[in-house]
């Protein structure tokens, strides 16, 4: 069992920045590829970004590329995800979540993560 907690939204003008960060508990972290969702009110929940076990992937949604990253660090069970240059339609609930996985492909099929965690709100005011 893996447990994910995720800190660091909250509300932003546009043009803004923020780091949500994911910490990890229970499992190896270093075995799994990581991920980032958001889920808008009433539209299904999308990849953002993911990033492999070993950081040599890191794949991005075309709507968040050169203004998203992704990044981890093993040896503090955590991935971040620095997000600048906010536009109001990237508000949403951001999700963190983890597949086990050993090889460097990402999936952007939510349905093919295992583990999540609750969410934070990202809000970004026009």
């Known amino acids: 069992q893996v447990q994910l907690v995720e800190s660091g939204g909250g509300l932003v003008q546009a043009g803004g920045s923020l780091r949500l960060s994911c910490a990890a508990s229970g499992r190896t972290f270093s075995n799994y590829a990581m991920g980032w969702f958001r889920q808008a009110p009433g539209k299904e929940r999308e990849f953002v970004a993911g990033i492999s076990w070993s950081a040599i992937n890191t794949p991005y949604a075309d709507s968040v590329k050169g203004r998203f990253t992704i990044s981890r660090d093993n040896a503090k069970n955590t991935v971040y995800l620095q997000m600048i240059s906010l536009k109001p339609e990237d508000t949403a609930v951001y999700y963190c979540?983890?597949?086990?996985?050993?090889?460097?492909?990402?999936?952007?099929?939510?349905?093919?993560?295992?583990?999540w965690g609750q969410g934070t709100q990202v809000t970004v005011s026009s």
């Open positions: 979540a983890a597949r086990q996985f050993p090889g460097i492909s990402i999936s952007t099929n939510k349905d093919q993560w295992h583990y």
